[in-house]
Nanobody, 120 residues
């Protein structure tokens, strides 16, 4: 029963901030490469940010300088700090990544998503 559970979404005015969390739980050894995706209504799911096991990060151009992805391996948690939010950031945000299982296998999992709404 491995799960990725996102939290921290909500409603915010333009220019505001939110911090999303993604916690992996279950019979896991740890988290490996992780990322955040988002999907706006009527649009395809978009990769927003990634972070490797070693802490290297990458961002889609539209969020560079505004979003920061980070991880806490001890807590099996990935974060997405979102600052200077814009209406176009409105989407359901999904956590995704490779999870190292206690069985020594690794699998990719998706969270169920958390809604972020940026509106005046």
């Amino acid at each position: 029963q491995v799960q990725l559970v996102e939290s921290g979404g909500g409603f915010v005015h333009p220019g505001g901030s939110l911090r999303l969390s993604c916690v992996a739980s279950g019979s896991i050894f740890g988290i490996a490469g992780m990322g955040w995706y988002r999907q706006a209504p009527g649009k395809q799911r978009e990769l927003v940010a990634t972070i490797t096991s070693g802490g290297n990060t990458n961002y889609v151009d539209s969020v560079k300088g505004r979003f920061t992805i980070s991880r806490d391996n001890a807590e099996n948690t990935v974060y997405l700090q979102m600052n200077s939010l814009k209406p176009e950031d409105t989407a359901v945000y999904y956590c995704n990544g490779k999870i190292l299982l206690q069985t020594l296998a690794s699998r990719t999992y998706w969270g169920q998503g958390t809604q972020v709404t940026v509106s005046s």
